[in-house]
């Protein structure tokens, strides 16, 4: 399978692709600001700052995901991005015992 190719393609058939994953955890991360945000105990103020959060971590999500699909593919960037948000957001589950929010804790 590797007779013609060089040390160079070898290795990069072998690293994983970081912007997939970064994106996936930052997608995670954004769906607990939007909890934050969304939250009705929450005052005015603090949500409108979760939200502008949010937009702004969604935003990075998104150019680190097209960028992760342009560097491996779209099959292999989506499903390293797609473990990484379910990997991290089950992460959050387990380690937060009671709900989310700015003002219980």
């Given amino acids: 399978m590797w007779r013609g190719a060089n040390r160079q393609q070898k290795r990069n058939w072998m690293t994983f692709n970081k912007q997939a994953i970064v994106s996936g955890a930052l997608g995670a991360t954004a769906s607990c600001i939007a909890k934050l945000a969304l939250a009705p105990e929450s005052p005015i103020l603090a949500r409108g700052v979760c939200f502008l959060c949010m937009i702004g971590?969604?935003?990075?999500?998104?150019?680190?995901f097209?960028?992760?699909m342009s560097e491996s593919g779209s099959v292999v960037g989506t499903a390293l991005s797609t473990a990484a948000n379910f990997s991290f957001s089950v992460r959050t589950h387990c380690c937060c015992i009671r709900p989310i929010s700015l003002f219980n804790m």
């Avoid at 971590?57 to 680190?64: D, G, R």
């Fill in 57 to 64: 971590v969604n935003a990075s999500m998104i150019y680190l």
């Fill in 66 to 68: 097209v960028d992760g």
